[in-house]
C-alpha cells in the first residue's frame, strides 16, 4: 500500500484540498483530502460517502468536507467503483455510472469487500503520523455512501460516530445490510426523506431497527431522494463534531 | 377575562417564576409564567403543554421552561383537564389523573375547545403590552401535550413554530387530531419514541404525514414513551428558539 499525493495542495477559506492515489492490491484508489488549517495533533478525520452516479468531488461532499474542515474536522473521499476517476477518462454524466453499479451491486458481491478494503487502507494512510495521525474518525455516506458505508462502520472499529440514511433494507445487498447493522456499535445518525421514490422510508425503518447501537437516532424531511434539506446538511456535520470531540472550533459564516 | 397573579414573584439564576389565575366562562385556568431577565419589547413566548398524570410544573416541563427563559424566551404552561391544580387538593400521584382524563378524552369531545379557549385566553393576557407583548409564539407539547396542543397550534394563528410528538393517529380524537394537522401551517418539529408503547410508532408516521405544512421534521429516538434523550429536550428548545427569532441570546451551561 501507497499514498501518493497527486499535483499540489490549494488552500482557500482556511482549508487546504490535496488530491491523493492509494495504490491496494493492485487497485488505484483515487481520493481528496481536506485538512482544517489549525491542525492538532489528532485532528479528527471523517470519511465521506458520495453518492451513486456522483463522485468525490460532487457538489455536497465538497461542501460537507469544507463545513467540517472550517470546524477542525479532516474529510476525505474517494471515488465510489465505476465512479469518478475510477473511470477511463474521469466522471461521466451520471447515468453510465449508475446503470453500471446497478449491475456489480446484483452480480457482484466482492465490490463492497473491495470498497470495505479500499476505505481501511486509505484511513490506514491517512492516520499515518506524517499525515494526520490516529485521531477520532467518523463515517459520513447517504444513499450510496450507506450502501458501502455501512459495511465500513461495521468493520471498522476506528470510527466512533457516522452519519447514514437515504437507504433501506432492500436491495441486492439487503441480507449483508442487516448483518452489518447489527454489528453497529457507535453514535449514529440515521436520515430518511419522507417521500423518497429509490427507498420507500418503510424499508427506511426496517434498517434503522436493525442498527445494534442504543446511541441512534432518525431524522426524518419531506421532499424526494436529493431534497435533503439544508437545515439536516448542518445537524449532521454538527452531530459528527460533537461526537468527535471538537468542542471549541466554530463553524464560519456561510 | 381576567389574570391575576398569585403570591409573590420568585427569580433564581436569571429565571422569574410568576403562577397566575385566569377567570374564563366561569373556569379558573391556573398557569405558571417563566420570564427571563433580559426582557425586549417583543420578548417571544413558548407554551408548554404537560403530559397526562403531570401538571403545570413537572419536572420536565420546568427544565424546558427554565432552558427557554435562559434564552431571552418566556414560557408559559397551564394545567390540562383534570390535572395539577384544576383537581380539589391540587395534583394526585398520576394514576387518578390519567383514568380521568381518558374518561373525558372518550366521552367529552367538548374537554379539547375549552383547552384551546383556555389557551388562547393565556396568549391573549399574557400578551398584553403590561406583561409580555405581542412577540412570536412558539408551542412545545409532547403526548398529552399534543392531543390538547395540536388543536391549539391548528386554531391560532399567532403560533409560528411547535413541537410536537409522542402521539399518533389513534384514540378517541383520531378523526380530529387527523383534520387539525391538515391546518397546521407554521414550522414543526415532531418528536416520536421508536419503541412508544403507548402510541406505536407507525400511528405517529400517520400522523406526520398528515401535517399540512412543508417545514416540518421527524426526530425519531430509541426507547419508551418516557425515554425521550436529553439531547432531543435540548434540540427542541434550540428549534423553537431559532424559530422564533432568537439569535443572540446563548444557553447558559446546565
Redesign the interface.
Known amino acids: 500500500m501507497s499514498l501518493e499525493w497527486i499535483g499540489d495542495a490549494e488552500t482557500a477559506r482556511g482549508v487546504t484540498e490535496r488530491r491523493f492515489d492509494i495504490e491496494r492490491a493492485g487497485r488505484t484508489v483515487p481520493g481528496v483530502l481536506w485538512e482544517p488549517e489549525a491542525r492538532t495533533p489528532e485532528t479528527p478525520l471523517v470519511l465521506l460517502g458520495h453518492g451513486g452516479s456522483g463522485h468525490k468531488r460532487q457538489d455536497y461532499v465538497l461542501a460537507v468536507a469544507r463545513r467540517f474542515a472550517r470546524r477542525g474536522i479532516a474529510a476525505a473521499a474517494i471515488d465510489g467503483p465505476v465512479h469518478g476517476d475510477r473511470r477511463a477518462g474521469g466522471p461521466s454524466d451520471g447515468t453510465a455510472e449508475m446503470v453500471e453499479f446497478s449491475r456489480m451491486w446484483r452480480d457482484d458481491p466482492a465490490m463492497t469487500d473491495q470498497m470495505v478494503a479500499d476505505w481501511r487502507a486509505v484511513l490506514d494512510a491517512l492516520q499515518a503520523p506524517d499525515v494526520l495521525g490516529a485521531g477520532p474518525v467518523g463515517w459520513w455516506g447517504l444513499s450510496m455512501g450507506t450502501i458501502l458505508g455501512l459495511p465500513v462502520v461495521a468493520a471498522e472499529p476506528r470510527i466512533s460516530a457516522a452519519v447514514l440514511g437515504l437507504m433501506g433494507l432492500t436491495g441486492p445487498s439487503k441480507d449483508r445490510l442487516r448483518t452489518d447493522a447489527a454489528l453497529v456499535t457507535c453514535a449514529l445518525l440515521f436520515l430518511v426523506q ?1 417521500d423518497d421514490e429509490l427507498f420507500a ?1 418503510d424499508r427506511a ?1 426496517d434498517l ?2 436493525e442498527f445494534g447501537t ?1 446511541d ?7 421532499g424526494s431522494h436529493v431534497q435533503v ?1 439544508a ?2 446538511f448542518r445537524a449532521s456535520v454538527a452531530f459528527l463534531a460533537k461526537h468527535l470531540s471538537v468542542g471549541t472550533a466554530r463553524e464560519g459564516q456561510r
Chains 1, 2 share one sequence.
Open positions: 419522507w422510508r425503518f434503522f431497527t442504543t441512534k437516532r432518525l431524522h426524518a424531511n419531506p434539506p437545515e439536516e
